[in-house]
């Protein structure tokens, strides 16, 4: 769908108000790319609706239409998972931004998906709570939703879907459906709540939310260990997951990431693999006797240094310069793009598959930065190329290809965190095999039209 015509325009601006409807270009231009190298369709115009109601009557007028309707968190994907690909309407859920209720009694809130993950946190903290699930960027909660983030606290909190308790979501014909509720268990029929999560906006729109929350650890530390060895510092994450010391985070970075890092944040770490640690517990001298044990099995691995007790502001300029490992190396690469390889092992494969994605970089000769989560699996490399240059593009590509590939043969998954949007469609039926004719039928069932947020997911 290329633009809309007047009559179409009339119903939206009606529904919202015509300063919450625009099919102005630079608005378009605005919600037709997310952090990912994939391209979309400008779409013919954006909606920003306030609540469940503007959000049913848009979906059912889109519906009626046959219009195709693209959800828009906070545009930091990096699969190309908000591009609408079809044109049609982005439905942009910034402006539906409000906390209902926090209920520190039940460790819940109740909120709206256009509330930015920081902002929450900013006002869970006044009660002593958190949101644990932490992707590093400042994503929007329904967007985190939509894609089941998680991030470097993952390893002991837990991804997105293990907070979400109930929803208010939207479905295409703009039928409102309430799923989950606010008990702690429930074995009452087919989850719903999970079907939702994780589905990238294919199957309807999540309006509301209830999350449960964590209280915020008393006590906290950090630890940096370095290694000679690059498979040792990833053999070392599997001992200390199975020793059951419970870390918050356990984050693997490589040389080049780090000298990159201490280019820009002037971190005066090792250019040498290392291992980034944090543990939460209710004393520091139980926290103390962890990292002597957390050193011990680290030595045993062959490390080559470890420091702990690491101050409250050289920890938090740690873990910024972590979060920003994507923008760092953007920035260090001017006029490339990046393509980002996410893909999740059993913990017992992680080091074969760390070992295996920078052989294979260093073998193709190209820009790449493996690291990523260690302690659950989670597996990053970030491909640095030129998308113009159709050769070196296909390397990179390749090189992802045979990631994910090899990742699925042992057991994992084509993605841990960043979704499939555009990006991972391709590897779906590879992981899934008859699960994914499922998936699609499910699709069908509840979005016949298939207006909602088309081309990803599915092919």
């Not at 997105?160 to 208010?168: I, N, S």
């Not at 699996?377 to 296909?394: A, F, K, S, T």
């Amino acid at each position: 769908m290329l633009e809309f015509n007047q009559e179409q325009i009339d119903i939206l601006s009606g529904i919202v108000g015509s300063e919450r409807f625009s099919v102005g270009e630079s608005n378009r231009k605005l919600h037709c790319r997310d952090i990912s190298p994939h391209r979309g369709t400008n779409p013919a115009g954006v909606i920003w609706p306030v609540d469940t109601e503007e959000v049913s009557r848009i979906l059912s007028f889109a519906y009626r239409q046959s219009i195709p309707v693209t959800p828009w968190g906070a545009g930091t994907s990096t699969e190309g998972n908000p591009i609408p690909t079809k044109g049609g309407l982005v439905m942009d859920m910034t402006q539906m931004n409000r906390i209902f209720e926090i209920r520190p009694q039940d460790f819940q809130v109740d909120l709206q998906p256009g509330v930015l993950r920081k902002e929450l946190n900013r006002k869970l903290g006044t009660y002593g709570l958190f949101f644990p699930p932490d992707p590093g960027a400042d994503a929007t909660i329904g967007g985190m939703i939509a894609n089941n983030a998680s991030g470097v606290q993952t390893v002991k909190y837990g991804a997105t879907a293990d907070y979400v308790m109930k929803l208010v979501v939207v479905l295409p014909d703009g039928k409102v459906i309430h799923t989950g509720c606010k008990a702690h268990k429930s074995s009452s029929g087919y989850c719903l709540t999970r079907l939702f999560v994780g589905s990238e906006g294919t199957l309807g729109v999540v309006t509301e939310a209830t999350l449960r929350v964590a209280g915020i650890p008393s006590h906290t530390l950090a630890v940096t260990v370095t290694f000679a060895e690059l498979k040792d510092a990833s053999e070392a994450v599997f001992v200390m997951i199975g020793s059951g010391l419970e870390p918050a985070a356990l984050e693997l970075l490589t040389p080049e990431l780090i000298g990159l890092m201490n280019n820009e944040k002037a971190l005066n770490l090792p250019e040498v693999p290392c291992l980034f640690c944090e543990f939460h517990g209710i004393s520091r001298s139980a926290l103390l006797e962890i990292a002597e044990l957390a050193k011990e099995l680290c030595e045993d691995c062959g490390a080559s240094g470890f420091k702990f007790g690491i101050e409250e502001a050289e920890r938090k300029e740690l873990w910024r310069a972590r979060h920003e490992a994507w923008e760092t190396i953007n920035r260090s690469h001017p006029g490339k793009e990046t393509l980002i390889v996410d893909a999740a092992v059993p913990i017992s494969r992680y080091p074969e598959m760390i070992v295996f994605a920078q052989n294979l970089v260093e073998e193709k000769q190209v820009l790449g930065y493996v690291f990523g989560h260690a302690g659950d699996g989670n597996l990053h490399v970030v491909l640095v190329g030129d998308p113009g240059d159709e050769r070196q593009w296909r390397v990179l590509e390749d090189i992802n290809h045979r990631i994910v590939e090899r990742a699925i043969e042992v057991g994992g998954t084509c993605t841990g965190e960043h979704g499939v949007g555009i990006g991972k469609r391709k590897f779906m039926s590879l992981e899934h095999g008859d699960s994914y004719d499922l998936m699609r039928r499910l699709k069908e069932l509840v979005d016949p039209k298939g207006i909602m947020n088309p081309g990803k997911i599915f092919t």
